[in-house]
């Protein structure tokens, strides 16, 4: 892949309060999408608080570009629901990896980033050090849906041979 500078592993954790598409409860899956790429988590069935904790791996050429996150509750006769969508910002987190880190404690934070207007994180999102690895937490509240967030770890993979 031309101008590739690393993998971001992308590990959905779990989905908190998700509506109910369904009688009672929903089937959702997460996609994450980076340009033209799309990448899926399982059916979760019957379950609007599902645990995934599944990793998707993007591989990153323009860390510019926002991932878009969207749930879906699966059907099975029909088309799917969305369930909500939100997207997130991979360029502080690659900021934070050009840096050189090595030797400072473990769990000292990188760079703290704030919810605001200009994205969906649903509380403080930390970029931290953490076993030798930059690591970041984040809550996304989703948009353009009554109730419903996604607890996301990112986790950056070098390729050998591919300096940022």
């Not at 998700?18 to 009672?24: F, M, N, V």
């Amino acid at each position: 892949m031309e101008n590739l500078m690393g993998l971001l592993k992308v590990r959905v954790v779990r989905g908190i309060n998700l509506a109910c598409r369904d009688t009672t409860s929903s089937d959702p899956y997460v996609v994450l999408r980076l340009g033209k790429q799309k990448f899926k988590t399982s059916v979760k069935w019957k379950n609007v608080n599902p645990v995934w904790q599944e990793d998707l791996t993007l591989p990153i050429t323009n860390p510019s570009l926002p991932v878009k996150l969207e749930v879906y509750d699966k059907d099975r006769f029909s088309r799917d629901d969305i369930m909500g969508y939100a997207e997130f910002d991979v360029a502080p987190f690659v900021e934070a990896v050009k840096m050189d880190l090595a030797g400072l404690p473990n769990g000292i934070v990188v760079r703290t980033l704030h919810p605001c207007r200009q994205n969906c994180l649903a509380d403080e999102s930390n970029i931290t050090w953490k076993d030798g690895h930059i690591v970041q937490e984040m809550i996304l509240r989703l948009k353009n849906v009554e109730t419903g967030e996604v607890e996301l770890q990112l986790h950056w993979v070098n390729i050998p041979g591919i300096e940022l």
